[in-house]
């Protein structure tokens, strides 16, 4: 830990589902409970955050009301009220206001505001510090005018497994949704959201049918786009070879199933999961948007591919499936690289913005 100030931090987070701002909240209370801060976490009391956060030890505390917060908040004495969601930011304004504490919003999302003047008096006026989790991000902040020095880039990480998974492990994950062993498996994990982009993989899988008989694709996770109409006539077209298990807890076992991940997103801030399977040495293909272009190498962790094309998608993943020598230096190389997005990083650079906003003698905002 950087000096011998010991924190109290409370996180707010208002997702009614565990995505990936929820892994990554609860990765970062871990990491920053190791490094001996005290934590609170706030979060709707039917969130499956509350479980998994009670589970890893930390203090929960089910969302009221604003004036309960801010009890809550001054009555415990914290230092820092960091929001992990836009909606969290305004209630964290709002409860912790006139109370000597730093409040720091994150910033997850890349896409443009509709209201820019908002967003930048929103994220320059009632915070101390953004942290945003791209290059990307950043830049979407600073064409909406927030001062480039309000915001700190500080990337999502990751815990980087020690060992990747061997050949029972992989026929074992195989087995379990019913995979050849000797199949090129397709796989993608996240909220089934329009900018997510299952159909564009779903509508590459279909052009790949007879190019690459042999692949298999499994595109986990729930939401809303699952179920509509499109996403459920293209499953049809594209039986026997595509799969939709739902929301899978254990990645780990689906990560091990795998020749490659695929990122086909229409927006994507950063692209957490990406990174998740380039730690399990899988290649990635990727939209050329945000974040992800940050993160993966082209022609050599991956390829970066045109966004919303089907086409384009599958004569990457065609060409992935057609040199297993390539795909497996790719996998070295993704392994590597995800070894610099490790989460001890992402810890120790959001502690190190914490102390430096509580060393200001400024107590409103920076900005003015």
Same mark, same amino acid.
């Given at each position: 830990?950087?000096?011998?100030?010991?924190?109290?931090?409370?996180?707010?987070?208002?997702?009614?589902?565990?995505?990936?701002?929820? %892994?990554?909240?609860?990765?970062?209370?871990?990491? &920053?409970?190791?490094?001996?801060?005290?934590?609170?976490?706030?979060?709707?009391?039917?969130?499956?955050?509350? /479980?998994?956060?009670? #589970?890893?030890?930390?203090?929960?505390?089910?969302?009221?009301?604003?004036?309960?917060?801010?009890?809550?908040?001054? =009555?415990?004495?914290?230092?820092?009220?960091?929001?992990? =969601?836009?909606?969290?930011?305004?209630?964290?304004?709002?409860?912790?206001?006139?109370?000597?504490?730093?409040?720091?919003?994150?910033?997850?999302?890349?896409?443009?505001?509709?209201?820019?003047? +908002? %967003?930048?008096?929103?994220?320059?006026?009632?915070? %101390?510090?953004? +942290?945003? #989790?791209?290059?990307?991000?950043?830049?979407?902040?600073?064409?909406?005018?927030?001062? =480039?020095?309000?915001?700190?880039?500080? *990337?999502?990480?990751?815990?980087?497994?020690?060992?990747?998974?061997?050949?029972?492990?992989?026929?074992?994950?195989?087995?379990?949704?019913?995979?050849? #062993?000797?199949?090129?498996?397709?796989? %993608?994990?996240?909220?089934?959201?329009?900018?997510?982009?299952?159909?564009?993989?779903?509508?590459?899988?279909?052009?790949? *049918?007879?190019?690459?008989?042999?692949?298999?694709?499994?595109?986990?996770?729930?939401?809303?786009?699952?179920?509509?109409?499109?996403?459920?006539?293209?499953?049809?077209?594209?039986?026997?070879?595509?799969?939709?298990?739902?929301?899978?807890?254990?990645?780990? /076992?689906?990560?091990?199933?795998?020749?490659?991940?695929?990122?086909?997103?229409?927006? /994507?801030?950063?692209?957490?999961?990406?990174?998740?399977?380039?730690?399990?040495? &899988?290649?990635?293909?990727?939209?050329?948007?945000?974040?992800?272009?940050?993160?993966?190498?082209?022609?050599?962790?991956?390829?970066?591919?045109?966004?919303?094309?089907?086409?384009?998608?599958?004569?990457? +993943?065609?060409?992935?499936?057609?040199?297993?020598?390539?795909?497996?230096?790719?996998?070295? #190389?993704?392994?590597?690289?995800?070894?610099?997005?490790?989460?001890?990083?992402?810890? /120790?650079?959001?502690?190190? &913005?914490?102390?430096?906003?509580?060393?200001?003698?400024?107590?409103?905002? &920076?900005?003015?």
């Amino acid at each position: 830990m950087l000096g011998a100030l010991i924190l109290r931090i409370v996180h707010i987070d208002t997702g009614q589902d565990f995505r990936g701002g929820q %892994h990554l909240l609860l990765s970062l209370a871990r990491g &920053l409970k190791q490094r001996g801060h005290a934590q609170a976490i706030v979060c709707p009391p039917d969130s499956p955050l509350v /479980e998994r956060a009670a #589970n890893e030890e930390l203090q929960v505390m089910p969302f009221g009301t604003v004036g309960k917060l801010r009890s809550y908040i001054k =009555d415990e004495r914290f230092d820092i009220v960091h929001a992990h =969601d836009a909606k969290a930011q305004t209630i964290s304004f709002h409860a912790s206001l006139g109370l000597p504490v730093r409040r720091v919003a994150s910033r997850q999302v890349a896409f443009t505001p509709r209201h820019p003047l +908002i %967003h930048r008096l929103k994220y320059s006026r009632t915070t %101390h510090g953004v +942290i945003a #989790n791209s290059q990307s991000v950043r830049q979407v902040l600073i064409a909406a005018g927030v001062p =480039d020095s309000h915001i700190e880039v500080i *990337a999502p990480g990751v815990e980087i497994p020690k060992e990747l998974p061997n050949s029972d492990a992989r026929a074992k994950a195989r087995a379990h949704w019913g995979l050849l #062993n000797e199949g090129f498996v397709i796989g %993608h994990a996240g909220a089934f959201t329009h900018e997510k982009g299952q159909d564009v993989a779903v509508e590459a899988a279909i052009l790949l *049918a007879t190019r690459v008989p042999r692949a298999r694709m499994l595109l986990a996770g729930d939401g809303p786009e699952r179920s509509k109409s499109r996403m459920v006539e293209l499953a049809r077209q594209a039986s026997g070879m595509v799969q939709l298990p739902g929301f899978i807890q254990d990645l780990d /076992e689906f990560y091990a199933a795998l020749d490659l991940f695929i990122m086909p997103s229409r927006s /994507e801030a950063w692209g957490l999961t990406a990174l998740h399977a380039m730690s399990f040495g &899988l290649p990635v293909i990727a939209s050329n948007v945000g974040g992800l272009s940050e993160l993966v190498e082209q022609s050599k962790t991956g390829w970066l591919v045109e966004p919303e094309s089907p086409a384009a998608l599958a004569d990457a +993943i065609l060409e992935a499936a057609s040199d297993p020598r390539r795909l497996c230096e790719f996998g070295r #190389n993704a392994r590597e690289r995800a070894s610099q997005f490790s989460i001890e990083l992402t810890v /120790e650079q959001t502690e190190r &913005l914490y102390l430096r906003l509580l060393a200001s003698p400024t107590s409103p905002p &920076l900005a003015t």
